[in-house]
């Protein structure tokens, strides 16, 4: 035996090491393990980060452009042929072709790259020079010229395009004369003023001579088989002004005349709808006016004062329907008597202001702001004329020099006021918030606001969060702290599982089932919403009424069982009688009721259905979270309350609703959060309506959902796309913040209360 034992020894050393050297493997596994976790957390957590920054560069690079500016480049120099005076210029699309008139009746084109004659015609005005000339219509190229005799020659500039035999584009310039080279009879003599108009076979003529007589003719053009017959003249009217006219404009419709006197700056309003134009108003502007010209589509006039400011005008309503000439903005160009001419664009409210100075000015009219500004020539500047896309612009001094000039100016109509302030647009009474991006017409003035969409959004998420708070964190509670587990365990997963429902499911049944049924009864609807939140306490009064032993037979924690049937019933009730109380309170039509007692309007598809059906999905998450955090509370800190005497109540609102404060709000947040970026519910069961109405029965459009909508349709790099993308980095920075918000209180609730 004693000899064995030295050799027992070792042995024993052996498995001690063994286990020991077992032990340090296993933790140097759990390490690696633990380390690899750790570094997969964070290398997830950067991925998300750097994802999320990914997306706001991106955003931010497609929303920059918007607030870039514009730039204007000279051309090399050109020299035009001739010395006559220059009273007309234009550009054909491309900017390659120029054309001009002169005062002798000479119609030139010219290249606009070398200023090298293309073609050259003179007018059939019988030797007679050019007086005055009008555009009739831009887009058509089609212009008016009134001869020292008085008769107006109409002529239309044509471009006529085709390829070589080298594939080159060759531009073939000429004039044509639409109503034939023979001039129609108009005024006696010459007018230093002329505005000629035709829309919808009828040729409005207009002019004055500084006098305080406008004379006004009417042809009539009678249609044929075989296209548009011959003018036939009506006979020469002549209107008396209340002040000497030495400017006239008629609108492209034909439906109202503007006459104004440079020096006293008073401009009159009248309409043409009648037989007689029927004067509408007078106003006296803030200045002497240098120039006055219509903005593109013919509704608004801009003026041009002494002052250095330039003002825009158009017809609107008063409150009692009639019509006065509207002061909608001015802009503040040059700092005195500078102005001495305006140049609007073709197909956007951009005007380009010239100075005497030879400094220009881009200004947008619906915008208000300069969009550029810079000196293009060293002498007066006469005219300036953009071609019909208004990447050229043409400038004329007063000494006859030409000059051209690349434009870049894609975004004019976006600025911190047209985005979020209320604008006076063109066809309104008053300044509005808008979202209207396209029409059917080619005239039409973009509405850009982002107000009421993000004003949609925040009521969306109002009315959503209105409904799904309460009924999430109360069902939280009650779940948590009094329901028992076997029914805790049957009716969490199964909230959790509505969440899955996709949203676009529910966005279909709201659009299509749940409006039409609130829309028809919605009185039935009122007495739900009443009348279901004082059942349930009412039921329980009755319920501690009902005998001991027969409440005894329901199982703790299942008493929430017996308020289905209660809830089934009480619902069905209040549909009952929601018709006959209908018709005995409300004539049978509640929302006409409304309507006619309250000025209060009713849309089927509404605030309260997106309230509804998107609170039916955001209830899942906050129910979920809220649960959690509430039934995670120690349950010695409960029970130690119960301990010290209070009551189950108290020891929720004491101790529970405090601890849990945190992953409450957490849930509130998170549920708001999801509430502000939903997309399909709000796109189907809101009507897509961007109205300023706080009102549950008026309908909306939200951001996200204005983004669905619009932006497969939008061209891409266009304003309207840049917006979009504009819409949803707001949504984003919204996100952001309301988010970071949300920690920081979460955070405060937690230190607050760690204590209990």
């Known amino acids: 035996m004693n000899a064995a034992e030295p050799a027992a020894s070792p042995t024993a050393s052996e498995s001690d090491r063994s286990i020991v050297g077992g032990r340090s493997a296993r933790m140097r596994s759990r390490y690696l393990r633990d380390s690899a976790a750790r570094w997969v957390v964070w290398g997830g957590g950067l991925g998300v980060i750097g994802a999320l920054m990914l997306i706001f560069f991106y955003l931010v690079s497609e929303v920059l452009p918007l607030f870039g500016g514009a730039s204007v480049d000279p051309r090399p120099p050109v020299t035009l042929s001739g010395s006559e005076e220059t009273v007309y210029l234009a550009a054909e699309e491309q900017a390659e072709v120029g054309f001009r008139l002169t005062a002798d009746g000479q119609a030139q084109f010219f290249g606009l790259a070398d200023g090298a004659p293309l073609a050259a015609q003179a007018l059939p005005l019988d030797g007679q020079r050019i007086a005055a000339v009008s555009d009739v219509s831009r887009e058509e190229s089609l212009l008016a010229v009134q001869a020292a005799d008085g008769r107006v020659l109409l002529l239309k500039q044509r471009y006529d395009v085709r390829f070589d035999a080298q594939q080159r584009r060759v531009i073939s310039p000429s004039v044509e004369f639409p109503q034939g080279d023979t001039p129609l009879a108009f005024t006696e003599g010459a007018a230093g003023a002329l505005s000629v108009r035709q829309e919808r076979g009828q040729l409005m003529m207009a002019a004055a001579s500084g006098q305080s007589t406008v004379q006004l003719r009417r042809y009539r053009q009678a249609a044929s088989l075989f296209g548009d017959g011959a003018l036939t003249p009506e006979s020469l009217v002549t209107l008396e002004a209340p002040f000497p006219v030495d400017r006239v404009l008629v609108d492209p419709l034909i439906g109202w005349l503007y006459v104004a006197e440079s020096d006293s700056g008073r401009i009159a309003l009248y309409q043409l709808r009648g037989e007689v134009p029927e004067l509408i108003d007078t106003v006296q502007t803030r200045s002497a006016l240098r120039d006055m010209r219509h903005l593109s589509g013919g509704i608004s006039v801009m003026t041009a004062h002494a002052d250095g400011k330039v003002s825009q005008w158009f017809p609107a309503r008063r409150e009692d329907g009639r019509y006065y000439l509207a002061h909608v903005r001015d802009i503040a160009v040059f700092g005195g008597d500078q102005i001495t001419t305006l140049g609007p664009e073709m197909r956007r409210r951009t005007v380009a202001v010239g100075g005497d100075n030879g400094e220009a000015v881009l200004v947008h009219g619906t915008a208000g702001d300069v969009v550029w500004s810079g000196k293009l020539m060293e002498r007066p500047i006469r005219q300036l004329v953009f071609n019909p896309r208004a990447n050229y612009l043409m400038a004329l001094d007063d000494a006859g020099?030409?000059?051209?000039?690349?434009?870049?100016?894609?975004?004019?109509?976006?600025?911190?006021?047209?985005?979020?302030?209320?604008?006076?647009?063109?066809?309104?009474?008053?300044?509005?918030?808008?979202?209207?991006?396209?029409?059917?017409?080619?005239?039409?003035?973009?509405?850009?606001?982002?107000?009421?969409?993000?004003?949609?959004?925040?009521?969306?998420?109002?009315?959503?969060?209105?409904?799904?708070?309460?009924?999430?964190?109360?069902?939280?509670?009650?779940?948590?702290?009094?329901?028992?587990?076997?029914?805790?365990?049957?009716?969490?997963?199964?909230?959790?599982?509505?969440?899955?429902?996709?949203?676009?499911?529910?966005?279909?049944?709201?659009?299509?089932?749940?409006?039409?049924f609130v829309e028809s009864n919605l009185p039935g609807v009122f007495l739900t919403l009443l009348l279901l939140p004082l059942s349930i306490p009412l039921f329980g009064y009755v319920w501690l009424m009902v005998p001991r032993a027969l409440r005894q037979r329901v199982p703790a924690g299942w008493e929430s069982a017996l308020l289905i049937p209660v809830v089934v019933v009480l619902v069905w009730s209040c549909f009952l009688v929601a018709k006959p109380l209908e018709a005995m309170?409300?004539?049978?039509?509640?929302?006409?009721?409304?309507?006619?007692?309250?000025?209060?309007?009713?849309?089927?598809?509404?605030?309260?259905?997106?309230?509804?059906?998107?609170?039916?999905?955001?209830?899942?998450?906050?129910?979920?979270i809220a649960e959690d955090a509430i039934f995670s509370v120690p349950k010695q800190l409960s029970l130690g309350s119960l301990a010290l005497g209070a009551t189950p109540w108290q020891t929720l609102v004491g101790v529970v609703l405090p601890t849990a404060s945190p992953g409450i709000f957490s849930a509130v947040m998170i549920g708001t959060g999801r509430a502000v970026g939903e997309t399909m519910i709000v796109l189907m069961a809101t009507g897509n309506t961007a109205v300023m109405d706080f009102s549950m029965f008026e309908g909306l459009r939200t951001l996200s959902a204005n983004i669905a909508v619009e932006m497969p349709e939008s061209e891409v790099g266009s304003t309207h796309f840049r917006l979009l993308f504009l819409a949803g980095l707001v949504l984003f920075l919204f996100t952001f913040a309301f988010n970071t918000l949300a920690e920081l209180v979460r955070q405060r609730l937690r230190q607050k209360y760690a204590s209990i």
């Not at 973009?446 to 004003?455: C, I, R």
């Open 401 to 516: 020099g030409f000059a051209g000039f690349e434009v870049h100016n894609e975004h004019p109509e976006v600025s911190l006021s047209a985005l979020w302030g209320k604008v006076w647009y063109e066809g309104y009474d008053e300044p509005r918030w808008l979202w209207q991006s396209s029409a059917a017409s080619s005239d039409f003035e973009p509405k850009f606001s982002l107000t009421p969409l993000g004003f949609g959004t925040l009521k969306a998420a109002f009315y959503a969060m209105l409904f799904a708070i309460p009924m999430a964190i109360f069902g939280a509670i009650y779940t948590a702290n009094f329901m028992s587990s076997e029914m805790r365990q049957m009716v969490k997963p199964t909230i959790e599982l509505m969440e899955a429902l996709p949203t676009v499911i529910l966005g279909f049944l709201a659009g299509l089932w749940l409006a039409p």
């Open 585 to 624: 309170l409300f004539a049978g039509n509640m929302q006409a009721w409304m309507d006619q007692e309250f000025g209060i309007g009713y849309d089927q598809r509404n605030a309260m259905v997106v309230g509804i059906a998107m609170g039916v999905a955001v209830i899942p998450t906050i129910y979920s």
